[in-house]
T-cell receptor, first 111, second 114 residues
Framework: GQQLNQSPQSMFIQEGEDVSMNCTSS?????WLWYKQDPGEGPVLLIA?????ELTSNGRLTAQFGITRKDSFLNISASIPSDVGIYFC???????????FGGGTRLMVKP | GAVVSQHPSWVICKSGTSVKIECRSL??????MFWYRQFPKQSLMLMAT?????????EQGVEKDKFLINHASLTLSTLTVTSAHPEDSSFYIC??????????FGPGTRLTVL
């Protein structure tokens, strides 16, 4: 099925650095969700965005719903080792119940 | 709130046997539950969508006779992998939703078929 274009695919950064990742699509989405998945675990919801232009924070995480409704980004400030994991964006269009997932961004943080 | 559990968390079985995985929404009633499959280093692949009391809707390429889904109540859905083979080995994750589109995921079940 359709996937969102998520980038970068992986990042290796130093502890304390800021991180930015984004998802883009050629189609309009009405909801954007960001999840984090630790190894061997299910994805955990980080931030949900329901309105174009919306900017929402959750601790050191900030995500925005693009004004065109075709993109979203997630920023992590002052990264720490426990930020390591795979981050997935997911979008919802009006048809049906399905979420469309990005390919994931694998984040590695060097202490 | 919005806690989803899965049982078992991991299972090893012999080829040809059937395995049942349970997905429960612990603190809400899920109008819809979803089953995903995830291969190493890949994104989640939706297998099927199920609504309580009705037949599941399977994604293209997913064999409904092999992956039996039962959504008997608003808090429980089960996935049975019938006559499992080594190629069915994977990480199976369920999710659940109620009023909004936001899906809450279970912790996953790792299936290894010998």
């Amino acid at each position: 099925g359709q996937q969102l274009n998520q980038s970068p695919q992986s990042m290796f950064i130093q502890e304390g650095e800021d991180v930015s990742m984004n998802c883009t699509s050629s189609s309009i989405f009405n909801t954007w969700l960001w999840y984090k998945q630790d190894p061997g675990e299910g994805p955990v919801l980080l931030i949900a965005l329901y309105k174009a232009g919306e900017l929402t924070s959750n601790g050191r995480l900030t995500a925005q719903f693009g004004i065109t409704r075709k993109d979203s980004f997630l920023n992590i400030s002052a990264s720490i080792p426990s930020d390591v994991g795979i981050y997935f964006c997911a979008g919802f269009q009006n048809a049906g119940n399905m979420l469309t997932f990005g390919g994931g961004t694998r984040l590695m943080v060097k202490p | 709130g919005a806690v989803v559990s899965q049982h078992p968390s991991w299972v090893i079985c012999k080829s040809g046997t059937s395995v049942k995985i349970e997905c429960r929404s612990l603190d809400f009633q899920a109008t819809t539950m979803f089953w995903y499959r995830q291969f190493p280093k890949q994104s989640l692949m939706l297998m099927a969508t199920s609504n309580e009391g009705s037949k599941a809707t399977y994604e293209q390429g997913v064999e409904k006779d092999k992956f039996l889904i039962n959504h008997a109540s608003l808090t429980l859905s089960t996935l049975t992998v019938t006559s499992a083979h080594p190629e069915d080995s994977s990480f199976y994750i369920c999710s659940a939703k109620w009023a909004t589109v936001t899906q809450y995921f279970g912790p996953g079940t790792r299936l290894t078929v010998l």
